[in-house]
C-alpha cells in the first residue's frame, strides 16, 4: 500500500523495531536520514541528537525577525527569539518597579525621580536574542546539521522542499522527515482586531504602552499584565472566567488575581471584547458590558494555534485533527511511518522543557536503537507573573475528581520577610495534596515518589520560604472522597 494513503497505525512496541529495522534494509539513498523543518527548541535538540547518534542531518528555517510571520522566523524559534527568553528578560525589568518601592523600608535614599527607559530595556533584549540565535545556529554547525534558510514543506513521504529568500526551490530526500514548526498566536475575529497585537509584537513594542488592555486569562496574559504595570503603565485585565488561569489550581488562581490586583492591575473577569476603534486618543475598547476604555496597545492573549497550514501535509496524507495539530503515536510518529512531529505542532503540552523532551525520545527511538515514549506525567510548569507561580502534579480539583480515597489538604498561606520590612502586602501560599492512602504527594507528584512522611523528615533551610514544604504538619483541610473541594477562601 502506498504510505501516502496507508490509513492510521499507532505502533506497539515490539511492532516499532521491526518497522524500524525494516526501513534499515531499503536500499534507496536519501540525500539525508533525517530532514527537519523547524529550528526551534525542539527541531534543534532532534537535529543535534541523531546526528550525534551518527545520522546526516538537515534542517530548514525562516529568516530572522523578533516578529514572526508565515515568511520569517528564526533559528532558536518561538522560545528564544519571541517567547519565553525575552518575556524573561521583560519581567526581570519589570521586577525592578517593586524592587525600587520596597528599598525605601530597607534604607535606601531613592530619589522621587526614578526614569525607566523603555527603548533601552528592548535593545538589551534584542541583542541577546541575536546572540542566542547566533548560538544555537553555531550547536547546529558543531554537530555537523546541514541548515538551511528558508519555508519547507512536504511533497511526499521522503522529500521535502525548501523555498529559499531568492524565491528558488529546492527538493532534499531522507529516510526520516520531522515537523518541528511549533505554533503562532492567533486572534479572535471581534470588530477592530487588526487593531491588537499579539505576544510576538508585544515583546518588541517601539514605544512603551502607558496605557495596555490586555485580553486573555492565560500565563501569557497574566505575565504582560505584570510586566507593563510593573514598568508604571496603567493595565486592564479581562477574561471570560471568575479567575484568571483556567486550569490552574482554584486556591492558587485566586492568590494571583489578589496580588495582580495588590500591584495595581485592573482585573475585569467574565467580561471579553466587541469591538476596538482607532482615535485620535489611543484605540477604543469596547466592553462586553458596554463600557469603554482608551489604550495605546491592545494585546490579544488568546491562545496559540499549531503553524501547519503551508507543510502541505492534507496532500501528501498526514491526519490533523480539527485544530491542525498533527496527529501522533507514543512516539511522535504521523500515520506515514517516514514522517514525525515534536513540538506545538502535535498540540500535546505546548511548553519548551516538553518539545525537548520529544525530541530527545525520537532521537532515542529512531536513531539510538532505543524506542522511548516521552513521558507527561508531572510536567512542572510556572507562570512569571509578579509575584510568580510554580506547579506540579495535579491541581486539588483535579485530585478530588482522580481520588479513590480522601485526599489531604496541607497550606501555608505567610507575609515573606522580605515583606515585613518593605511593607508590602502580598502574601505567599504553599500546597501539599497528598492521598490518605498512600501518603504520597499528589501536588508535589515528584518522579521518585516522595511522601508525605519524607518532606517531614527533611531538614529545611532556614531562613527561606522553601521550608515551608517540610513543616506543614497540620492538615488544612480532608477532602472526603466524591466530595467537592472546599477552600479557606
Known sequence: MDSTIMGRKMLADGELDKAVAAEEATEAHYDFDLFVIGAGSGGVRAARFSANNGAKVGICELPFHPISSEEIGGVGGTCVIRGCVPKKILVYGATYGGELEDARNYGWEINENVDFTWKKLLQKKTDEILRL???????LANAAVKLYEGEGRIVGPNEVEVRQIDGTKISYTAKHILIATGSRAQKPNIPGHELAITSDEALSLEEFPKRAVVLGGGYIAVEFASIWRGMGGTVDLFFRKELPLRGFDDEMRALVARNLEGRGVNLHPQTSLTQLTKTDEGIKVISSHGEEFMADVVLFATGRNPNTKRLNLEAVGVELDQ??????????RTNIPS????GDATNRINLTPVALMEATCFANTVFGGKPTKADYSNVACAVFCIPPLAVVGLSEEEAVEKATGDIL?????FNPMKNTISGRQEKSLMKLIVDEQTDKGI???LKCGATKAQFDSTVGIHPSSAEEFVTMRTVTRRIAYKAKPKTSL
Open 339 to 342: 514522517i514525525w512531529a515534536v
Open 409 to 413: 489538604v496541607f497550606t501555608s498561606g
Open 323 to 332: 485544530a491542525g495539530a498533527v496527529k501522533v503515536d507514543e512516539y511522535s
Open 443 to 445: 501536588a508535589i507528584a
Open 133 to 139: 540565535n547566533n548560538i544555537y545556529k553555531r550547536l
